[in-house]
């Protein structure tokens, strides 16, 4: 997919991977809808960035956990940029908890914001993809959604839902034209991981990640622009994680 003049929706597009998307995008020629709950500095500052490379940026406010919210994301992209050519599904957080520790609402909530968005998103933008005749759909993974850890189970089980989602939409859209994939960061410097103490920080970089340093925004930015255009990639989940996964412990 030839970026210039397409116009790419990224929910969670104001902080982090998303605002680094966004601006990624953008710098490839399309104009970005950027999805966040609050319309703050962070989207404003991201919304900067995007229309200093000459593009247009749209800064929705919503919860992607209300279908409401999601549908309507997708709408008002349409109304007021022309099109959603790509989607990608940044929203979301860790999600604390095992078993019998974490509650019903938050298991619930955990779905409502990282799967049955996407479902919303999906309905919402496939349509116009279609008749269009192309279109892109990144979902954003984790690795802690490929491989079991002791800890943070329903973020686990939440991503560990993507890749079959991306999979399974992506065979029954690929006649369409549209491609459906996922890519699964390991740790990367976002406020995703502040709460980490330094000696947990160092832990991860001494024994964990064989290359001894985390990743970036900008560096799984990169990895989600190259799966939006390439024409040849579908139903596959791509692992950016310093080679985290990659060992036998």
Same mark, same amino acid.
């Given at each position: 997919m030839n970026l210039l003049d397409k116009v790419a929706l990224i929910t969670g597009g104001s902080k982090g991977i998303g605002a680094a998307t966004a601006i990624e995008l953008a710098r490839r020629g399309a104009d970005v809808a950027i999805v966040g709950r609050h319309d703050d500095d962070a989207a404003g500052e991201t919304k900067s960035q995007v229309e200093a490379l000459g593009r247009r940026c749209l800064v929705v406010v919503g919860d992607m956990g209300k279908p409401a919210d999601a549908t309507g994301a997708v709408q008002r992209t349409i109304e007021q940029l022309g099109s %959603? /050519? #790509?989607? %990608?599904?940044c929203a979301g957080g860790a999600v604390a908890g095992g078993l019998l520790t974490v509650d019903p609402e938050t298991w619930h909530? #955990? *779905?409502d914001?990282?799967?049955?968005?996407?479902?919303?998103?999906?309905?919402?933008?496939?349509?116009a993809m279609?008749? &269009?005749? =192309? @279109? #892109?759909?990144?979902?954003?993974?984790?690795?802690? !959604?490929?491989?079991? %850890? +002791? *800890?943070?189970? +329903?973020?686990?089980? %939440?991503? !560990? #839902?993507? +890749?079959? *989602?991306? &999979?399974?939409?992506?065979?029954?859209?690929?006649? /369409?034209n549209i491609r459906v994939n996922c890519v699964a960061p390991g740790i990367i410097r976002t406020r995703f991981h502040e709460?980490?103490? +330094?000696?947990q920080k160092q832990h991860n970089l001494d024994h964990r990640v064989p290359l001894h340093r985390e990743g970036t925004p900008e560096q799984v930015a990169s990895l989600i622009a190259e799966v939006v255009t390439? /024409?040849?990639?579908?139903? =596959?989940? *791509?692992?950016? /994680? @310093?080679?985290?996964t990659m &060992?036998?412990?």
């Open positions: %959603v /050519d #790509a989607l %990608v599904h909530a #955990a *779905f914001v990282h799967v049955h968005a996407l479902y919303y998103l999906c309905r919402a933008a496939i349509p279609k008749q &269009r005749g =192309e @279109g #892109a759909i990144v979902m954003i993974s984790s690795v802690a !959604g490929l491989l079991g %850890v +002791p *800890f943070n189970l +329903p973020y686990q089980v %939440v991503k !560990g #839902a993507l +890749p079959q *989602f991306a &999979r399974a939409l992506a065979r029954e859209v690929a006649d /369409d709460a980490m103490t +330094p000696q390439n /024409d040849y990639l579908t139903g =596959e989940t *791509f692992t950016i /994680d @310093g080679g985290l &060992r036998i412990a």
